[in-house]
């Protein structure tokens, strides 16, 4: 996303973050090698002028007043996922089942995700559920067949965990299906923090008018569709889904 206050030419270009965790998600330097981000489906807004960008990755712009969405991208290779989540998921018999699900920040310890909210599908002839976690709040949603585990701000480099016990009703039908076992999905917001690992190489706004110009790039990665897929085995678990990136989001001029 892109944001200006008046009509001024503007010079920016892109280019891969540092190979490092922290280089990645803070977008400044933070040294280290530079790496390969093939970038597939781009699509630029109509106001861009991209006449240097295949040779050095730049675009200008005379961009229209207010917000509006500046580039959108695809890229399938090299993500950093900012969550590693471990899941078993147990049968105990027809009526029980234990399930727990550990979930570790990945990225720097001085960013923060807002608002994760981990969904944990259970068998549709659940009855009630025993829950106990180490950070946010818990609770069995009947409408949803699912657990849906909250915490507002968790910090990086750390790690969470749920573990609940469920009570089923046995079904009377002596050909019912076995339990499918969804996907575990996930929904977050991480400021400052590009899965992709592309950022903000440098932005100039032409100002010849006399006015100060403030410049400043914010970073948002959001979850799109983010599953983790339980294996039948109950200890194995496999991400899959798509990213959505924003950045910059801001770029006022004024």
Not at 26 to 48: A, E, L, P, T
Not at 165 to 189: C, G, R, Y
Not at 242 to 249: A, S
Request: hydrophobic share 35%; charged share 25%.
């Amino acid at each position: 996303m892109f944001f200006t206050s008046t009509l001024r030419e503007c010079f920016m270009r892109a280019e891969p973050a540092s190979r490092s965790m922290e280089g990645a998600a803070g977008g400044g330097g933070g040294g280290g090698n530079s790496r390969q981000v093939d970038i597939d489906d781009i699509v630029f807004h109509q106001c861009v002028n991209l006449a240097n960008f295949d040779s050095e990755r730049a675009i200008s712009l005379v961009p229209p007043d207010g917000e509006f969405e500046l580039m959108r991208y695809r890229i399938s290779d090299g993500i950093k996922l900012p969550f590693k989540v471990l899941p078993s998921i147990r049968e105990l018999g027809r009526t029980r089942l234990e399930a727990n699900v550990r979930i570790r920040s990945v990225y720097s310890d001085k960013l923060f995700a807002i608002v994760l909210k981990v969904k944990i599908p259970v068998p549709p002839t659940t009855a009630r559920a025993t829950i106990n976690v180490t950070s946010g709040k818990a609770k069995y949603d009947a409408g949803q067949n699912a657990l849906i585990w909250k915490v507002k701000r968790y910090p990086g480099q750390q790690e969470v965990s749920l573990d609940a016990e469920v009570e089923m009703v046995a079904s009377t039908k002596e050909n019912s299906k076995k339990w499918a076992k969804p996907p575990i999905s996930l929904d977050f917001q991480v400021p400052m923090f590009t899965a992709s690992g592309l950022r903000v190489r440098y932005l100039k706004v032409l100002e010849k008018s006399g006015y100060n110009v403030h410049r400043w790039v914010r970073y948002l990665c959001k979850s799109g569709s983010y599953d983790v897929r339980v294996g039948d085995n109950s200890g194995s678990a496999s991400d899959s889904g798509r990213y959505d990136e924003q950045g910059p989001e801001r770029a006022p001029g004024m």
